[in-house]
């Protein structure tokens, strides 16, 4: 499919494409074949390999070691990465370390850039998310933060428990959405603070055993991970951003995360496809190939077109964000790219058979890891949510009149 990206984008995702091919592809065909897992050693090669071919963290700017591409130009990029388990990681831009440099850059300070982002770009250093609380916390309702952060001088004085903190097991730093000002709204009196994970105060729990976790695959911790924070002291300068603006921030950094996340799952979903459609024109039974009977094909036709839409959507989605406010198409793309992504690599499992839930093919991996996708990042529910809000405020008293003039029953203002 032709989608109008631009000449730049077009060429970086092409040169992707052929790192993925060439690089990144074989050697996750041998963790599969071997059970040799990717080590973090080897991954420090493929960013080396990724900068030669300027190709690494494609969503920095040049001055702090990436390509610095547009957002809308380096969506396709993440596409052509999703196509590998490996692959977001195998050029620095994977979650939550894509999001956490996104935010940096963006409203960190001069000093958080020059000691924080600049190590995390180049892979000297990693990060963890820590937005997430146990029950009775934030979660599908951020507003119900716990977590607070109280300021004694120059300093903050941070308790609060999180949880699913993305790449937080063995994250140096976190970026920790907290309550800092109790008398306001959380949207108002919420901020994001940085905090070494060297810190005193700072327990980490456990990393959390979940759908998706491949430890066979890549031998490298990450996951996501639980936190409690005992009277965590921090410089008030570690605060990202101004203070009150968490919420702003994080919707920020989450708006176009979202959109990563569709195009590195849209590529899953076109590898699981291609395996598929592979795998059952070679596949014989009751006489002929399995590609022709006419069940299967139609619904490849339907999850092919279904994947056409919302790769389309997304692109729309990114042009409106960059132009500015877009929450609305975001949650639209998100939502509705979750679902059929989700729905094309089940159906490239059961095509495959028992080739399928076998672990020779990554499709069992992508099986496993595109789930969450309904939950992370804002489940279906909460982007509906917001779709439906914006939806019915449309509404007037104009559409009313229309279906009162034909439905006289509906008119009891007389009565």
């Known amino acids: 499919m032709e989608y109008h990206d631009s000449e730049k984008a077009k060429e970086v995702a092409s040169r992707v494409e052929a790192f993925m091919d060439e690089e990144v592809i074989p050697r996750e065909r041998q963790a599969l074949q071997n059970r040799d897992p990717v080590t973090i050693d080897e991954m420090r090669d493929f960013w080396e390999k990724a900068k030669e071919r300027d190709l690494f963290a494609p969503q920095v700017p040049e001055e702090y070691g990436g390509q610095g591409l547009d957002f809308s130009d380096m969506l396709p990029s993440f596409e052509q990465v999703g196509r590998s388990m490996l692959g977001a990681m195998s050029i620095r831009a994977h979650a939550p370390q894509e999001g956490n440099m996104h935010t940096l850059e963006a409203v960190g300070s001069e000093e958080q850039k020059e000691e924080w982002l600049r190590p995390l770009v180049q892979g000297d250093i990693s990060s963890g998310f820590a937005m997430t609380e146990p029950q009775q916390g934030a979660g599908s309702d951020p507003k119900m933060l716990k977590t607070t952060a109280k300021k004694d001088g120059d300093e903050w004085v941070i308790n609060g428990h999180k949880w699913w903190t993305s790449d937080g ?14 008398d306001k709204h959380p949207y108002e009196g919420t901020s994001i603070i940085l905090v070494p994970t060297d810190t005193d105060g700072v327990e980490c729990v456990r990393d959390i055993p979940h759908l998706g976790h491949f430890d066979d695959l890549i031998d490298i911790q990450r996951g996501h991970a639980e936190f409690k924070f005992h009277n965590v002291r921090v410089p008030v300068e570690n605060t990202v951003g101004a203070e009150g603006a968490g919420f702003q921030i994080a919707q920020m950094r989450l708006g176009g995360g979202r959109l990563t996340h569709c195009m590195r799952y849209s590529g899953m979903a076109m590898r699981s496809l291609n395996i598929a459609k ?36 997304v692109r729309h989605a990114a042009r409106e964000l960059d132009r500015g406010e877009a929450r609305v198409e975001v949650a639209m793309a998100k939502t509705f790219t979750a679902n059929v992504t989700t729905e094309a690599v089940d159906l490239a499992l059961q095509c495959c058979g028992g080739n399928g839930i076998g672990k020779d093919l990554p499709i069992a991996y992508f099986y496993e890891s595109i789930r969450p996708f309904r939950i992370v990042d804002g489940t279906d529910e909460v982007h509906r949510r917001t779709i439906a809000r914006d939806a019915f405020e449309d509404v007037n008293d104009e559409d009313l009149e229309n279906i009162i003039q034909f439905d006289p029953e509906l008119d009891k203002t007389d009565e």
Do not use: P, W
């Open 278 to 313: 592979a795998y059952i024109q070679h596949r014989e039974a009751f006489g002929s190939s399995v590609s022709e009977k006419q069940a299967l094909r139609h619904r490849i036709a339907d999850a092919e077109t279904n994947l056409h839409a919302a790769r389309t959507m």
């Open 169 to 182: 097991y063995d994250a140096d730093f976190l970026l920790v959405m907290a309550r800092t000002d109790l």
